[in-house]
């Protein structure tokens, strides 16, 4: 009785295999009681050890040097299929790509601005500033969007020049 006691106890500890429960029909039922728990009586078998398995012949496969290759006995090589006919590839006609207009922006775009800096422009500006701001020249009308001559230069030429190089040289680049 004192071992059943143990049992019980263990039972309600959580300390008890299931295997242990399964073969106590008892311990079983109070556990399907307590815990909710269904625990059957199980009887762990190997699937190979199966008495009804057909019996497997066992073959030892020869063996080459190349150890990667797998020998299949009484396997023939399957025969190799033939290609099928693939269509020719199309050669590539050389089209003449867009750059020419790039490239004439480009240099445009660099002559206007070093004109700029050497004061071309200065014409159309009746008073101090010979040089167009490109940063105001929505402004070309008054005094802002006209720089100094020569010696000084601002950012937005700088920028002028940077991009118009920039521009040319990806232009010229492109295939």
Same mark, same amino acid.
């Given at each position: 009785m004192a071992s059943h006691e143990d049992k019980v106890k263990r039972l309600l500890d959580g300390d008890i295999d299931e295997a242990e429960i399964?073969?106590?029909?008892?311990?079983?039922?109070?556990?399907?009681?307590?815990?909710?728990?269904n625990i059957e009586p199980i009887t762990p078998t190997k699937e190979s050890q199966d008495p009804n398995l057909p019996e497997v012949e066992v073959i030892t496969a020869v063996t080459s040097h190349d150890s990667m290759v797998e020998v299949v006995p009484g396997a023939a090589p399957p025969a190799p299929l033939p290609m099928p006919e693939l269509p020719s590839i199309p050669e590539q006609v050389a089209?003449?790509?867009? +750059?020419?207009?790039?490239?004439?922006?480009?240099?445009?775009?660099?002559?206007?601005? @070093?004109? %700029? !800096?050497?004061?071309?422009? +200065?014409?159309l500006n009746g008073g101090e500033g010979t040089r167009i701001n490109w940063?105001? @020249?929505? %402004? !070309?009308?008054?005094?802002? +969007?006209?720089?100094?001559?020569?010696?000084?230069?601002?950012?937005?030429?700088?920028?002028?020049?940077?991009?118009?190089?920039?521009v040319t040289i990806i232009a010229f680049r492109r295939k």
């Amino acid at each position: 009785m004192a071992s059943h006691e143990d049992k019980v106890k263990r039972l309600l500890d959580g300390d008890i295999d299931e295997a242990e429960i399964a073969a106590d029909p008892i311990l079983a039922s109070l556990a399907e009681r307590i815990f909710g728990l269904n625990i059957e009586p199980i009887t762990p078998t190997k699937e190979s050890q199966d008495p009804n398995l057909p019996e497997v012949e066992v073959i030892t496969a020869v063996t080459s040097h190349d150890s990667m290759v797998e020998v299949v006995p009484g396997a023939a090589p399957p025969a190799p299929l033939p290609m099928p006919e693939l269509p020719s590839i199309p050669e590539q006609v050389a089209t003449k790509s867009g +750059g020419g207009k790039l490239k004439a922006f480009g240099i445009l775009s660099l002559i206007t601005a @070093i004109a %700029n !800096i050497f004061g071309a422009f +200065g014409f159309l500006n009746g008073g101090e500033g010979t040089r167009i701001n490109w940063a105001g @020249i929505h %402004n !070309i009308n008054n005094e802002m +969007g006209w720089s100094e001559a020569y010696p000084v230069l601002g950012i937005p030429d700088y920028v002028a020049v940077a991009c118009s190089i920039i521009v040319t040289i990806i232009a010229f680049r492109r295939k």
